[in-house]
């Protein structure tokens, strides 16, 4: 256990630079999303108030007020978001791949440390977690920053002050990485976290067979989906609605433990019996 | 004591390891010798568990290698196995967080005797000093068995002898070491067993005194007959 | 453990922690901060709202929900158990009563209340399922697919048998479901494809009767039909059984609309009501002839109701619902709503209702019947969603029984919302 | 103190003739302590066991001695000090006679010429 901590700060601090340099890519980026976006409606409503000369009801009716909504519409909001995203995804394989590719073959290092090698697994899936976490709660802190200086750009006449829910209810994206309830969130980054360790497993099998584990991994991660998506199949196709929602609820939480347990056993497996340097 | 029984390796449809046997006592060092393949650094690795085998048994002490096996045996590679971006003393760091069997002491003595300077990151090492450093990594470790894999390959000759002098210092006193090297003029006089390997096979085992003594042969006289017929 | 050397990472677990639990400790109080949606009596006892349910849409600024009242109060979406939400459930409070009482019956049945029939010792499934096209037998597959519980010895028998000339059809509904003594009818719209070779007819409406023991198709009766629709006229036909109703009914009432090519009367007043109606007939169509037909399902006998002359006049403003052996036309008049029952049985007008909506002009108001129950929901059509009155009357007397309004109680005082019905249940 | 050992004869032995000569030639004086195995290796720039066996050897033939924990000592036994010096003198005798009279010169001429380099190298 505590040689398990030990791996996930040493994994997270590994990652640490490039992890502030996307928390600061996000934080500048919204809020000069924030601004340009404030400042483009400002633009657009004096064109219409004092070149138009239009009514201020009659220039709001054609435009419309601004709400945080149009920020969040962004690539200045949405771009970060996105880059994070593909860094982390990128990083999910780059957490493996660098320990044997790297200029240095840290991988003996890790494979040698005296304790579970299941391990390792573990501290590199934790850190992708918490990595993960990090940045949909920066991203979370970052939206009643950028409403604040929409509020500070924006007339109250013209704006809609939109609580954090409300954001988050009128745009889908978000509603992923922040659903309503607490239990969705769990279930959501429970299915996010059992994803990356079937990636993890898939890349073990790569590392332990090389050119057949590509093939073996991609079986695998075939095997987990169908595993993970086999009641909702039953339920489409074999046996029409046969299950009630929460019935298939449940059906899924054990595929979905099904799924995690078999990638951790494999992994374990691996690590211990097949993985070579 | 390590045992290495009919150890079969394949890589792909290459055998590596065609049924190799040998054994390496505590309180000896054990020289890999062999002049092609990689048979060498594959033993090393199957005996730490870095590879897996295809058949046959490595014992260490009489038990297979297991998780806790790590504090009792350790491979020092011969490329260092920190990172680039870390300084010597973030490995020592590093070690000491994981290994009970690190050697704070030891690790400062060895530090001094190379005279490295602990601040210095790895990246910005010479190669010379790079390997002092891997060899640091695993000497501190109060473990009964060390395998190294080529410690003197590609470096100056000055640091050659600094690391040689390790092998008479009680840096390696009461421990086994095995030892891969393709050069034995360097060491001859510092090992006590031979193991000569060529295309997976052992082909002569031999106490490098009692060659001396019982047939008057140097350890290159032995090389030499055995790779030439 | 040096706890020095984790700052970083303790740090960012604080962060997510705080930000995170915040955030959702704070959610779980918004959700119980959705308005409080509520009836507020004007008038009359309370009582009369134990059997309706309204299911409405809330919007407030970017929010959405959908939301249904009842005299209990009101429950959002977002405040329903999550993995309802996640995998949704039947919006029929009928279903969801049979899903909970007869858990495994109820197990792959999908669909409305049309396909149920339910009586003290039955409840029966019927529904007909497309196999698909069989590319050898260039046959196109229907079947019925017939389930009926027994609620005493809680057994189930059940058939799947092909519907008769499948290959004539392009789709078939299921409409209503009713036992009769001991046989099991089943009333469907047939669509006629392009392969039937009819080039006459578009739609037929057929009564399958299955003996009940058995399920074996005893009769297959054709009760009505439309010809293809041209350019010059045009039929439609609709039902006008309330298809949530699950009970025994003796009658199945249909409408039949035939449209003919004409000139279309610029009176926009006329169609604001029916406007859903309208756009489905080609352009510059008028109605030119509008009969209703009666099935009964006892006789099993097909038959054109010969309305009174007044009746027949308002077939074309008002809308018509049928409960057991009256059929009900309600006519919407400024300030107004006139209720007209007809009896089937006598032939002869039974109630003739006024009741005043308190409003002059209102959007087309949700009208439902239930017994001797009238609900009335009736929104303004000044400020459609938020001014929504909820009246309940007696139709065999007149009176009023209950009236009030819907009220919303916003937590942080806003105004800034909209409430709209989608219908209304009165079990 | 640097030794150049050879290849084909055991290490060991070769320490041991090392310890010897010293001893024969007095730098290496009676009770004087020696260096510990360990310190021995490292100056030699042999392994430990070599040196351990050497010592152990040297002890079975009574060149050193060790008491308790102490480090080990030159003998101070005059019958084996003088026999190591014995055993020097007459293996380089030996060796010196085996390859004179590999070219068979007379005994005469060879003690004349060894007398007269012995003392040229003394004077040097």
Known sequence: ?277 | MIEVKDVKKRFGRKEVLKGVSFTAEKGEITCLIGINGVGKTTIMNAIVALTPINSGQILIDGEELHKGSYEKITFIPDAITMLPQMRIIDAMQFMDDFYDCWNEKRAEEILSFFKLDKQERIANLSKGNTAKVNLLLGLAMDVDYILMDEPFSGIDIFSREQIAEVFTSHLIEDRGVIITTHEINDIEHLIDKVVLLNEGYVLKEFSTEEIRENEGKSVIDVMREVYQS | ?427 | ?124
């Open chain 1, 1 to 277: 256990m505590n040689r398990y901590i030990k791996l996930v700060n040493f994994e997270f601090n590994r990652f640490l630079k490039i992890y502030l340099v996307l928390i600061g890519i996000t934080i500048a980026s919204q809020i000069l999303g924030a601004i340009i976006r404030s400042n483009q409606y400002l633009n657009d409503m004096n064109d219409l108030l004092y070149e138009q000369l239009m009514t201020r009801e009659a220039a709001l009716e054609q435009l419309g007020k601004i709400s945080f909504y149009h920020i969040t519409q962004t690539v200045w909001f949405m771009g970060p978001i996105a880059i994070c995203i593909v860094t982390l995804l990128i990083y999910m394989f780059f957490i493996w791949y660098r320990d044997w590719f790297g200029k240095n073959t840290f991988i003996y290092r890790l494979l040698m440390l005296p304790t579970a090698r299941i391990n390792v697994y573990f501290a590199k899936a934790t850190t992708i977690l918490l990595m993960v976490f990090g940045l949909v709660a920066i991203q979370l802190l970052m939206l009643p920053v950028g409403r604040r200086v929409l509020q500070w750009m924006i007339p109250v006449d013209f704006r809609v002050d939109q609580t954090i829910r409300e954001i988050l209810t009128s745009f889908d994206y978000l509603m992923i990485l922040f659903p309503s309830t607490f239990y969705e969130f769990v279930i959501h980054y429970a299915i996010g976290f059992a994803v990356v360790l079937v990636v993890f497993t898939a890349i073990l099998f790569e590392r332990s067979f090389r050119w057949k584990g590509i093939v073996f991994g991609l079986i695998f991660g075939a095997f987990a989906v169908t595993i993970f998506i086999f009641p909702v199949i039953v339920q489409a196709f074999i046996l029409p609605e046969f299950f009630y929602p929460i019935e298939l609820f449940a059906l899924e939480c054990i595929a979905g433990l099904v799924v995690v347990s078999l990638s951790i056993w494999t992994s374990n497996y691996l690590l211990k019996k097949k993985i070579r340097v």
């Open chain 4, 1 to 124: 103190m640097s030794v150049t050992f050879n290849n084909r004869d055991p290490v060991y032995i070769q320490v041991i003739r090392h310890f010897k000569e010293q001893i024969a030639t007095g730098r290496l004086e009676p009770g004087q302590e020696i260096s510990s195995r360990r310190e021995l290796a490292n100056k030699l720039k042999i392994n430990p066991n070599t040196a351990q066996r050497a010592y152990k050897e040297m002890e079975e033939q009574g060149l050193i001695f060790t008491e308790r924990n102490l480090p080990s000592r030159i003998t101070r036994d005059e019958h084996v000090l003088n026999a190591v010096r014995e055993e020097l003198i007459l293996e380089a005798v030996d060796s010196f006679v085996t390859s004179i009279h590999a070219i068979n010169v007379p005994l005469s001429e060879v003690l004349d010429l060894v007398k007269e380099k012995y003392e040229n190298k003394s004077e040097d």
């Open chain 3, 1 to 427: 453990m040096n706890i020095k050397r984790y700052w970083k990472m303790i740090a960012t677990l604080s962060v997510i922690v705080l930000t995170i639990g915040t955030f959702y400790i704070q959610s779980s109080f918004a959700a119980s901060e959705f308005p409080d949606i509520t009836f507020k009596t004007v008038s009359g006892s309370e009582e009369e709202l134990d059997n309706l349910t309204i299911n409405a849409s809330y919007h407030e600024a970017e929010l959405y929900q959908r939301v249904t009242i009842n005299r209990q109060g009101s429950t959002f979406q977002e405040q329903l158990p999550f993995y309802e939400r996640f995998f949704g459930s039947s919006m029929y409070p009928e279903i969801n009563r049979y899903e909970k009482d007869y858990r495994n019956f109820m197990r792959g049945k999908v669909g409305g209340t049309n396909l149920f029939f339910e009586d003290d010792s039955v409840l029966v499934y019927a529904d007909v399922m497309y196999e698909g096209y069989n590319h050898n037998t260039r046959i196109t597959d229907y079947s019925f697919n017939i389930d009926v519980l027994d609620k005493q010895a809680v057994e189930n028998h059940s058939t799947e048998l092909s519907v008769p000339n499948g290959n004539d059809y392009a789709w078939i509904s299921v409409e209503d479901v009713q036992i009769v003594q001991d046989k099991l009818i089943v009333i469907t719209r047939n669509q006629l494809s392009n392969r039937s070779g009819d080039e006459e007819k578009e739609e037929e409406v057929h009564g399958y009767t299955f003996d009940l023991e058995t399920l074996k198709l005893e009769n297959n009766q054709e009760l009505l039909s439309i010809p293809r629709g041209d350019e010059e006229s045009f039929s439609r036909l609709s039902m006008m059984n309330d298809n949530l109703n699950v009970e025994p009914e003796k009658y199945f009432l249909i409408s039949k609309v035939v449209m003919e090519q004409g000139v279309l009367e610029e009176s926009h007043e006329e169609y604001e009501g029916t406007e859903m109606e309208v756009n489905e007939a080609p352009n510059n169509m008028i109605a030119t002839e509008q009969s209703i037909f009666v099935y009964d399902y006892e006789t099993a006998k097909m038959e054109e109701l010969n309305l009174p002359n007044e009746l027949e006049s308002l077939l074309e403003s008002a809308r018509v619902t049928v409960q057991n052996n009256l059929i009900y036309f309600m006519n919407q008049q400024e300030g107004s709503l006139e209720v007209t029952s007809y009896n089937i049985e006598t032939e002869q007008i039974d109630i003739e209702q006024t009741f005043n909506l308190n409003r002059t002009s209102t959007h087309e108001p949700f009208i439902k019947i239930n017994q001797d129950r009238l609900y009335l929901i009736t929104a303004s059509s000044e400020d459609i969603g938020k001014d929504i009155d909820v009246m309940i009357a007696s139709l065999s007397t007149g009176e009023l029984l209950y009236e009030g309004k819907i009220e919303v109680t916003e937590k942080d005082n806003s105004t800034d919302y909209e409430l709209f019905i989608n219908d209304i249940d009165t079990k």
